[in-house]
């Protein structure tokens, strides 16, 4: 069981995948629409929801998104390379990570060419969708960065 203080939407499991990929600290929660991916969002908890918004988004502008739910490095590095690379591909170098947090260490899962949207600063109180909006962290931006790395 996974609890948040947010109030967060319950994700339909019969269009995305499984949560039994948890315990492997990382796995595909949707796969892209019409083939291989151009693109990776990554997103850690309550983030997930942002992620998926983008996703459609870019889905919808033709550029092909996976999402992958990241929520523990540790048990992820502990995975042998195989599901690594089946997880994050290395042939698609376009990511873009987005976490209410620091972006911290983010670099081993993003690569040379991958963006981090998240907090450069700590401190703020008040309803999680101000705070989100006020560090930039938003499906907007999601969305932009994405963009910007693929080149559309």
């Not at 042998?80 to 990570?97: G, K, Q």
Request: proline residues 5%.
């Amino acid at each position: 069981m996974v609890l948040s203080r947010q109030n967060l939407p319950t994700l339909d499991r019969t269009n995305l995948g499984p949560a039994n990929g948890v315990a492997k600290g990382g796995y595909i929660l949707k796969e892209a629409r019409g083939g291989e991916a151009e693109c990776i969002l990554i997103g850690t908890g309550s983030e997930i929801p942002l992620c998926l918004d983008a996703a459609d988004i870019l889905d919808s502008d033709g550029i092909r998104t996976r999402v992958v739910s990241l929520p523990c490095w540790e048990l992820f590095a502990e995975q042998d390379d195989e599901y690594r690379e089946h997880v994050l591909p290395s042939n698609i170098p376009s990511r873009v990570a987005c976490e209410a947090a620091s972006g911290f260490g983010w670099e081993r899962w993003l690569g040379q060419k991958g963006t981090f949207i998240g907090m450069n600063g700590f401190g703020a109180s008040g309803p999680a969708k101000k705070l989100f909006e006020h560090f930039g962290i938003t499906a907007e931006a999601v969305v932009a960065a994405a963009r910007t790395l693929v080149g559309k």
